[in-house]
């Protein structure tokens, strides 16, 4: 095994060479941009689902007629509270206004802390509406009267309080034009683990348009689709990968001929092959951690600060203007992205540094 | 007393059992004792770069031995060979061959890099090889700037570094002026006092008639003539 | 839905695949290398062999490296794909979900023993004038690639089968009835369990391999009941809860690696200088030292959490 001063030397000679490596460095930092990118977008998403799931209660109960979801009334509330395990039922408003004038739905959410005269809306609704000129207060337009109300406040979008307008419970019953008994869905609470999954299959059996959803189905449903996303994803980038290891082995392999002769040197002085090999692979570790540390870096900046433009319309489609990115770096993430770029760019560069070391000496000196 | 170096019937043969066979060296035998010095002898082309580059263990002979020390180092794998190369063996050569865009300094310390020596250690050490190759003055210089008297000075000092017992030369002054030859042909007899074991390859006459050469042998065609 | 669509298992085949290609094409090296090799030879082939030798030796230290991160890797996957897999709530459902996870696990780390012990081999290989053991490391690399192609095979079949729908079970439930060897109880288990790593510690000191060998085998077969039947219990503090995966997640603050690696790590130090022996017939015993080093780790980090559970509550589990 060799010491610092090997590696020192290494570096050193990185250093002087460091133009032969310039290509691949930002080559090879920009496909890690790009997925560590990707990553950072779908897993912060899907937190943020996690986290809104993980608010409500551990069974949704939602009411299915002729394949639409209609309203539930009070009296299922209270057949639900008989349910052995069943804590609580929460019911709960919540729905869409048709903003006709721009011909698009917001999101109408219940936040109790709200007075009967304001509301809240996230960024981006806030902005669309300055552009109609309604920058104090807001009017909704219900069938036969106008409901006017104070722009209190605008909040940050993520994934879930986009395209929302947050209203307390009188006003979204006004404005959704639902009845005071009635509920979008109900919430139930039941402290027991072990009993969701049997209490979300006796309640559609006691009510056969009653679909109850347990918390553990939603999240598993979230994860399928991100999996699957990020799956597909991940088949498609392994094609650019592959190219850019081959195009990485011819470049390193021209690099490398340019070098024989200092190459030769170093073995007539008493590097051995594995010593060549040894060279190289330090100094092609620190090319790619650097491009690897960066890019990783360059990203989160990308993403949790400058809400990735272009890479966000991919995800979110293109009505998504104003939505910030809850930061979330998971370890297990990093490892993912390390095995799946570092490693086999290492691998490309193994069989062109022993070609460069085992070159006849005399021959290579000329 | 055993020889430093001992040749045996030493062939190499290029492209061998092909039409372009070519035999660079035939049946060379020869011994250099550890505080000799051998001038090689011979026009470009007569083989005697090939005999050092052997005698180095740069390349493999087709058939023969070379004894040094008593270990046949033609034989010996990779690692040893150049664990060999590094510890026993300083090589000064026709273009140098110095590493461009490091230093002086830089270039005379890499065969102790490959050492487990403190930095200390092989500051010292570089420090005494400048000092013996008279370049001290200039280590912390690019190569690229040095005169090819310095850059030979450099490339002394750093076949010392490791305080070899064996230096090979293949024609050291063929880059110099008149001037700087003459100090090589003064170094030469530098080495002498630090017995050490040299083989010189030239075809410059300045190294005639010296007077503490022990042989000259000269070569022909990869034959040497006696 | 597939599971081939799952990041994890995408990018795990992804690079399983490139190890394959790299040691494929030494493959041929290997070969060649078998077929012609001649050390008296002076010819321009040999030389050439020779030369391989290293290309080929590069690329399995390479490989060795990349399959140790894979195994960690492998391992947190199994816990990602918990939540997908019905029922499961750590690797152990998963692992368990198919016939082959079991075999898979065990198989992965016998041929990361056989690679640990060619390494050695290689080593003491390396360090000979003649390249004395080069023929018996080869015929021993032909066998690795054919395992790890098998491997490979058996990587495939665990992940396709899977099931996504149907509920698996989980460490409550695979480890709830006490399945000790020879019909043990837990007590005279953890005894047993002592009076190996003490009868091991004196054969390292007295340098005897075949000896250790065999105190090894026993003792890792021992030490993974101990873990999940007795440390276990201790690192979750709970009496109930017996499972060997459990602790390698973050609630446990992954000392599940620790004591894993540490076992591993101490027995192939124990076993390898006996395969070492028969297999090229050099002594290494020099190893033994880090056999003795790791399981002292090892059993270290198990009596803790036992020691310590009793100092905080005055009672053993």
């Not at chain 3, 054919?146 to 058996?154: D, K, Q, W």
């Not at chain 3, 105190?215 to 201790?234: R, S």
Request: net charge neutral.
């Amino acid at each position: 095994m060799r010491n610092k001063s090997f590696i020192d030397f290494s570096v050193r000679l990185l250093i002087k060479e460091k133009k032969d490596y310039l290509f691949s460095f930002f080559i090879f930092a920009f496909i890690i941009f790009i997925v560590t990118a990707v990553l950072f977008i779908s897993n912060s998403i899907k937190r943020d689902l996690l986290v809104a799931l993980a608010n409500e209660g551990q069974v949704i109960v939602k009411n299915n007629k002729g394949g639409h979801y209609a309203p539930l009334n009070d009296a299922y509330l209270d057949a639900l509270l008989e349910i052995n395990g069943v804590d609580d039922v929460v019911g709960k408003v919540d729905g869409y206004y048709n903003f006709a004038q721009d011909r698009r739905y917001f999101h109408v959410v219940v936040e109790e802390d709200l007075n009967d005269s304001s509301i809240y809306v996230s960024e981006d609704v806030g902005e669309l509406l300055k552009k109609f000129k309604y920058e104090k207060e807001f009017n909704f337009l219900v069938k036969d009267t106008l409901i006017t109300l104070d722009i209190a406040k605008v909040v940050a979008s993520n994934i879930i309080s986009n395209n929302t307008i947050f209203v307390n419970e009188y006003n979204a019953r006004r404005v959704l034009e639902m009845d005071d008994d009635a509920y979008s869905y109900f919430v139930l609470k039941v402290p027991n683990e072990d009993e969701i999954e049997n209490i979300a299959l006796k309640i559609p059996k006691l009510y056969p348009n009653l679909v109850a959803l347990p918390d553990y189905e939603v999240e598993s449903d979230y994860d399928h689709l991100y999996y699957y996303k990020g799956g597909i994803f991940m088949i498609l980038y392994i094609v650019s990968l592959v190219s850019f290891f081959i195009l990485l082995k011819n470049q390193i392999s021209s690099v490398y001929g340019s070098r024989r002769k200092e190459i030769a040197i170093l073995r007539s002085i008493g590097f051995s092959i594995s010593d060549i090999i040894l060279l190289k692979f330090i100094q092609n570790s620190i090319v790619v951690f650097g491009a690897y540390f960066m890019a990783i870096i360059l990203s989160y900046l990308y993403v949790f600060f400058f809400d990735a433009p272009l890479l966000r319309n991919i995800f979110l489609g293109e009505h998504v203007t104003h939505i910030s990115f809850t930061p979330v770096v998971d370890i297990k993430m990093l490892f993912l992205i390390f095995i799946f770029t570092v490693i086999p760019y290492l691998a490309s560069i193994l069989i062109p540094s022993w070609k460069l070391a085992i070159e006849d000496i005399s021959e290579a000196m000329k | 007393m055993k020889p430093k170096i001992a040749i045996e019937h030493l062939y190499k043969i290029y492209n061998e059992g092909k039409e372009s066979e070519f035999a660079a060296l035939k049946d060379i035998t020869l011994s250099v004792g550890a505080d000799e010095i051998i001038i090689l002898k011979g026009v470009s082309g007569s083989g005697k770069s090939t005999l050092l580059s052997l005698m180095a263990a740069f390349s493999k002979p087709s058939r023969g031995t070379i004894l040094i020390d008593g270990e046949n180092i033609s034989k010996l794998p990779d690692i040893f060979a150049s664990k060999f190369r590094n510890k026993e063996i300083g090589f000064i050569f026709q273009s140098f061959n110095l590493i461009e865009g490091l230093s002086v300094s830089e270039n005379v310390r890499i065969p102790l890099v490959l050492e487990p020596l403190e930095k200390k250690e092989i500051d010292q050490k570089v420090e005494k090889a400048l000092q013996l190759a008279n370049i001290a003055h200039k280590s912390q210089q690019n190569i690229a700037d040095l005169s090819g008297g310095e850059k030979q000075r450099c490339a002394i000092a750093r076949a010392l570094v490791n305080n070899p017992s064996i230096i090979f030369a293949d024609e050291p002054t063929a880059n110099l002026d008149k001037e700087n030859s003459l100090k090589f042909i003064e170094v030469l007899e530098k080495f002498k006092t630090l017995k050490k074991c040299v083989v010189v390859a030239t075809h410059d006459s300045l190294f005639d008639d010296l007077p503490f050469v022990s042989q000259y042998i000269n070569i022909t065609d990869g034959e040497l003539v006696l | 839905m597939s599971i081939f669509l799952l990041d994890s298992i995408v990018v795990m085949f992804f690079v399983e695949t490139v190890l394959l290609l790299l040691m494929g094409t030494s493959m041929f090296a290997v070969a060649k290398i078998l077929k012609y090799w001649n050390f008296d030879a002076s010819t321009t082939l040999q030389y050439a062999l020779e030369k391989k030798n290293y290309l080929v030796n590069t690329i399995i230290l390479f490989t060795i490296g990349v399959k140790i991160i894979l195994f960690v890797f492998f391992v947190k996957s199994l816990d990602d794909l918990a939540p997908l897999v019905p029922g499961a709530m750590c690797a152990t459902g998963v692992i368990g979900a198919n016939k082959f996870g079991n075999t898979l696990l065990i198989y992965k780390i016998f041929t990361l023993f056989l690679l640990g012990v060619w390494v050695v081999i290689n080593r003491l290989d390396l360090k000979t004038k003649k390249f004395d053991y080069l023929r018996k490391k080869y015929y021993l690399f032909i066998v690795i690639f054919a395992l790890l192609g098998i491997e490979f095979a058996l990587e495939l079949l665990y992940f396709t089968n899977i099931p996504l729908n149907t509920p698996v079970f989980c460490c409550s439930v695979v480890f709830v009835v006490e399945n000790l060897p020879f019909g043990l109880e837990t007590v005279d288990l953890v005894k047993i369990f002592y009076l190996l790593f003490v009868s091991i510690l004196v054969v390292d000191y007295f340098n005897k391999a075949s000896l250790s060998f065999v105190l090894n085998i026993l003792f890792l077969l021992l030490a993974y009941y101990c873990v999940t039947y007795f440390f276990g219990t201790y690192v979750y503090e709970e009496p109930n809860h017996k499972c060997p995966f459990c602790m390698l997640q973050k609630e446990y603050h992954y000392i599940g690696y620790l004591i894993w690696s540490t076992l591993f790590l101490g027995t192939y130090f124990g076993i390898s200088p006996h395969i070492i022996y028969s297999l090229i017939g050099k002594k290494y015993q020099r190893l033994l030292r880090y056999n003795a080093l790791f399981l002292t780790l090892f059993v270290a980090i198990c009596s803790y959490y036992v020691i310590s559970f009793y100092l905080r509550n005055g009672v053993f589990l």
